[in-house]
């Protein structure tokens, strides 16, 4: 592939970005979805060569992304209202979880969270029922992080394929 080509660059450049979006999902500072899916819109729309196959490959991206984002909010939402988590809990566990990002590199976010759900569920139940509470919130973050990252392997893997039939 010649770099000077604005194709073979712009699909190098979308791949890097594609990469990066996966791996964002695993790193919550970085929006791994929408990563994923502006590669393979940048990759359809200045790519060159055939349009019709990339226009195709850019509205299953879209639609497989926006599918992804409602379901990641909707499915563990319902999970956690079914097990009686507030919302407020989940709040508090997401901000102790990015002062912990902050405090204790790699793992303070997660402990952050756990922390803070911990301690809103033990103030409102008690000793005895806070544990339980509070993991099912990690349950419902795990199946959240889940949809997203299928969302966001979809779509590289549909960009794979539109690489090679487009």
């Known amino acids: 592939m010649d770099l000077s080509d604005t194709g073979g660059a712009v699909t190098i450049i ?19 979805l929408l990563l994923t899916w502006s590669g393979v ?19 299953l991206a879209t639609l497989i992304a926006g599918l992804g984002l409602v379901t990641k909010f909707v499915w563990p939402g319902k999970k956690l209202k079914d097990t009686g988590v507030p919302a407020s809990a989940v709040a508090v566990g997401g901000v102790l979880g990015l002062i912990g990002f902050f405090a204790v590199p790699v793992i303070g976010l997660v402990l952050g969270f756990i922390l803070g759900v911990w301690l809103m569920e033990l103030r409102r139940l ?19 992080l889940l949809v997203e990252l299928a969302a966001a392997l979809l779509i590289a893997v549909l960009w794979l394929f539109g690489l090679a039939f487009a």
């Open 41 to 59: 819109l940048l990759w359809s729309l200045l790519g060159g060569g055939s349009g019709g196959a990339r226009l195709l490959v850019a509205v």
């Open 126 to 144: 008690g000793s005895e029922r806070a544990w339980p509470s509070t993991r099912s919130a990690i349950a419902a973050v795990g199946l959240s």
């Open 14 to 32: 979308s791949g890097l970005v594609i990469l990066t979006g996966v791996l964002g999902v695993l790193v919550p500072v970085l929006p791994g």
